[in-house]
């Protein structure tokens, strides 16, 4: 079955340090991968995707992820974080043949930056 | 940028009732668009897919007769809660596929959400 795992539920980071949220995900196929975040009762807003070519993506808000295909993970990474960046974050992957092409999300991680 | 406005943005009705909510999107054509139910401190759920100028197709467990979808035109899906329950409230979330970024490949395209309470 097709699954994206996020296996913290929250991650805490003090600001200016390095931050990682962790993503790992079983699909069969080449995936098309994404993060998102979602400020409190608001949608989701795109932050990055890796779909072909260099495995370091970098996206929104000085955010990158690195795809890595041996270990199925893509996990989201920022060199130092800023109090703002408290929010919840998804990873999520296009399940591939299907023909809707729909999305599917990991369970979330909670991430809070303490000044 | 792609917006895709959703509305309304929280409501509030009674047990029996029914309940509309319109994604749509504002500068872009979307032939699909996606329902996702989000419950507090858990992820997105997609509850269904919405395909223009045909039927919805609905993720397993999700009550079809419960949950109407209508894709009318390429820029509105509709989702109407019908009997609302207390345990119908929750976040519900449309999602757009689309604009296209590229040839074959579109991006996806997020509604702000609707905070539906049924009391």
């Known amino acids: 079955a097709q699954s994206v795992a996020q296996p913290e539920d929250q991650v805490n980071v003090a600001e200016g340090n390095p931050l990682t949220v962790k993503c790992t995900y079983s699909v069969s196929g080449n995936p098309y991968l994404f993060w998102y975040v979602q400020y409190p009762n608001r949608g989701l807003q795109f932050l990055l995707k890796?779909?072909?070519?260099?495995?370091l993506v970098k996206g929104s808000y000085g955010f990158e992820a690195e795809f890595n295909k041996s270990q199925t993970s893509f996990h989201l990474k920022k060199p130092s974080a800023l109090v703002s960046d408290s929010a919840l974050y998804f990873c999520a992957v296009r399940v591939p043949y299907s023909s809707a092409s729909k999305i599917i999300f990991g369970s979330g991680t909670r991430l809070s930056i303490r000044p | 940028g792609a917006v895709v406005s959703q509305h309304p943005s929280w409501v509030i009705c009674k047990s029996g009732t029914s309940v509309k909510i319109e994604c749509r999107s504002l500068?872009?054509?979307?032939?699909?668009m996606f329902w996702y139910r989000q419950f507090p401190k858990q992820s997105l759920m997609l509850m269904a897919t919405s395909n223009e100028g045909s039927k919805a197709t609905y993720e397993q467990g999700v009550e079809k007769d419960k949950f109407l979808i209508n894709h009318a035109s390429l820029t509105l899906s509709t989702l109407t809660v019908t009997s609302a329950h207390p345990e119908d409230s929750s976040f519900y979330i449309c999602?757009?596929?689309?604009?296209?970024?590229?040839?074959?490949?579109?991006?996806?395209?997020f509604g702000s959400g609707t905070r539906l309470t049924v009391v």
């Open positions: 890796y779909i072909t070519g260099d495995n």
């Open positions: 500068d872009f054509q979307a032939t699909t």
């Open positions: 999602s757009a596929r689309g604009p296209i970024i590229r040839r074959g490949e579109y991006g996806y395209t």
